[in-house]
């Protein structure tokens, strides 16, 4: 009983481990990163930018049919591009996570759907949740086959 309580608790712990412990820091330096946005009724393209931390990072708004806004949030940066014109945002990415970016300037009937994502790092607990169900079933099976073939030998041992 006490082994099946240790080991249990072992594999709390390692569990622990592989969803908190910190990471390894990355050392890419910033970069310049530009990039080209499409806006449309009621759609951005590409709907999803990824950087990383420290990277400077422009946005070139072109807006096809009507006027188009872009606003940051977290960041609290906008800007606004008139039919058949860009403009631009320049910004660093100072600040690690996943961010939404929307039009602010009403478009037309589906204006509120107008949503992108930018995407600031590494989606560290993406890792960390593949680390800790990979963990979970490497672990889990083997030591329940240990604890059952445990139990099944002390029932051998209480028999004879």
Not at 35 to 51: G, H, N, T
Request: charged residues 20%.
């Amino acid at each position: 009983m006490m082994k099946k309580r240790t080991a249990w608790i072992l594999l709390g712990f390692l569990s622990t481990v592989v969803a908190f412990a910190p990471l390894p820091a990355q050392s890419a330096a910033p970069q310049t990163r530009t990039f080209k946005l499409d806006a449309r009724q009621f759609a951005y393209s590409p709907s999803e930018l990824k950087v990383n931390a420290g990277d400077t990072v422009t946005i070139q708004l072109v807006s096809a049919d009507v006027v188009h806004g872009l606003y940051v949030d977290g960041y609290d940066i906008s800007v606004e591009a008139d039919p058949g014109q860009s403009a631009t945002l320049t910004f660093v990415a100072a600040r690690s996570g996943s961010f939404r970016f929307r039009c602010n300037v009403t478009c037309g009937a589906m204006h509120p759907f107008m949503i992108g994502k930018l995407t600031v790092g590494a989606n560290d607990w993406f890792y960390r949740s593949i680390g800790l169900a990979s963990f979970v079933v490497v672990g889990f099976f083997p030591l329940s086959s240990f604890l059952n073939q445990r139990k099944k030998k002390d029932e051998r041992d209480i028999a004879f």
